[in-house]
């Protein structure tokens, strides 16, 4: 079908080296002795382990629960015993160890029930939600998970589905082989998307170094009577980026603060919605995927693997030479090199060439930059790669923000085409790497401060409170101790009239004016009306009491009534002594 194609702008045309891997037929590996599934095997949360060592599983069972939204399940690839679940090493270029479930197969591959689903009768909602417990996650290499792409643009309607089969990166064909040979299951998973995403248009782009995967995938489409549009786009990497086939295709330039939703259009790998379909149609999870084996081997092909498959026993199938020295996962351009080949198949290994000094002769020393600008021109993302190179050797991560590192896909075309052999990628790797440990100990330190702030305020609202209480009981008890009636208490008349008799005299002698006497004759008067309040209050649970408990608290009262008597005679001393000496004065 004859479509106007857009440019975009860089890349460069490395040599394909394609052609030894897809001679034969997609191969089914051979069952590993022993399986280590990852439970993060996707971008997002790790799932949970939902079995436990010892535990028997079936092929298809859920061992890895997805942990939120953007997360995939993960499955057991056949059934056996579960041998352990613990630390393993990761098919990652850090070579640090993930959490996997370690499964021994038993050689029965004995399924879980399975249901076939017809996803027109679901819900959409439902229908994603069994997409991502099956598992199914981008394909191609970045394994996001495919559910949350499927959701449409609240404010923009969806126009166009790309459908990616390009494939650009030398020596990889896994998605030429599929495309060849399962071509009627793609375009089927293609109408699920298209019907979740209510999109117009389907555009199915192949790079035209491919003819076999395009005329297969035209006949499917006819077959089916669906209206999809299969493009052969110009053979240049990296032609499969996702903004650059959707530039190609549709002429959308999608700007690196975007997603392509926000532009009407979304992008899916053919090997992810053949898995989609799979789930759906067959209530297969994804239990496996095709990878290809080539470089220095004997024997080029792509395999079907078993997630958890160790590299080591499907490199095993290729024969590798004897001057192998390495082994990259994905392709020359953007795979790593394998640091341990314990690490297993997991659902990103599309790839795995094995290398040696005659496939991939050692780099020249590195040189000063030039400047030359070569690496501006192919970058497909405008951007200036010698400056983040300068920047990114100064440890300037700040600058290296500001020339938008982050929209670096890590292509490796400028690296591709330095005169000055100097690994940009790996300084852009570095760069980001810093960024985001910094970014995470910035967010540590916050939470950090954040914790401390609440804690504070936490004891100071604690404190109130605890004043608050006191307060209130100190209340209590003070409303306790008044009398029970609410009028006036009238004191009885004492027994001894002795200081009423001395504040009396006092009074008397001199004038009431005077600041001294009336002091004195408060303190005698304010102490008459604490012992009336003693008396008038009735002692409590004395109504059974003996008559040796009656005397005892007989004579307690008695000596109270002495003590109290003393001070105020004592006092009433002191008033006429003061009088006297008053009255000699004048």
Partial sequence: MLAQLFGFKGGVKPQTNKAPSVQLAIGQAPLPSRLFVPLHQSIGG????????????????????????????????????????????????????????????????????????????????????????????GLGGAAFPSHAKLTPA????????????????????????????????????????????RVGRVLIGIEDNKPEAILAMQAAVLRLAEDYAVVAVPTRYPAGGAKQLIRVLTGKEVPASKRSTELGVQCFNVATVYTAYRALAHGEPVLSRIVTLTGNVEL???????????????????????????????????????????????????CIIAGSTALFPPSPPEMPCIRCGACAEVCPHELQPFELYWFSRARNFGKTQEYHIFDCIECGCCSYVCPSHIPLVQYFRFAKSEIWSREREKQAADAAKARFELRNA????????????????????????????????????????????????STDAVAPSDPDTVRKATIVAAMERARAQREAVKPRNTEQLTVDQKNEIAAIEARRAALTLEPAAAQGGRADSATSQERAGE
């Fill in 458 to 505: 936490r004891e100071e609202r604690e404190q109130a409170e605890k004043a608050e209480r006191l307060a209130k009981a100190a209340a209590a008890r003070t409303a306790e101790r008044k009398p029970a009636s609410a009028g006036p208490t009238v004191l009885p008349p004492p027994t001894d009239p002795l200081p009423r008799v001395a504040a009396a005299e």
């Fill in 46 to 137: 790790a799932p949970n382990p939902l079995v436990e060592v010892g535990e028997r599983v079936l092929k298809g069972q859920l061992i890895g629960g997805a942990d939120g939204w953007v997360s995939a399940a993960v499955h057991a690839p056949t059934s056996g015993m579960v041998l352990a679940i613990e630390e393993h090493v990761a098919a990652h270029p850090s070579g640090l160890p993930t959490l996997s479930v370690v499964i021994e197969p038993d050689g029965r591959d004995e399924w879980i029930p399975r249901t076939a689903l017809d996803y027109r009768s679901l819900a959409p909602e439902r229908v994603r939600e069994i997409l991502r417990d099956a598992g199914v996650v």
């Fill in 154 to 197: 609240r404010a923009v309607p969806m126009q166009d589905l790309v459908i990616n089969g390009a494939e650009c990166e030398p020596f990889m064909t896994c998605d030429d082989v599929l495309m060849r040979e399962r071509a009627e299951e793609i375009v089927r998973g293609i109408a699920i998307f298209r019907d979740l995403l």
């Fill in 300 to 350: 080029s092909r792509n395999w079907e693997v078993r997630l958890g498959t160790p590299m080591r026993e499907l490199i095993a199938l290729g024969r590798p030479k004897a001057d192998t020295d390495r082994y990259l996962m994905g392709g020359p351009m953007m795979g790593f090199e394998i640091p341990d080949l314990a690490a297993p198949v997991v659902k990103a290994t599309n």
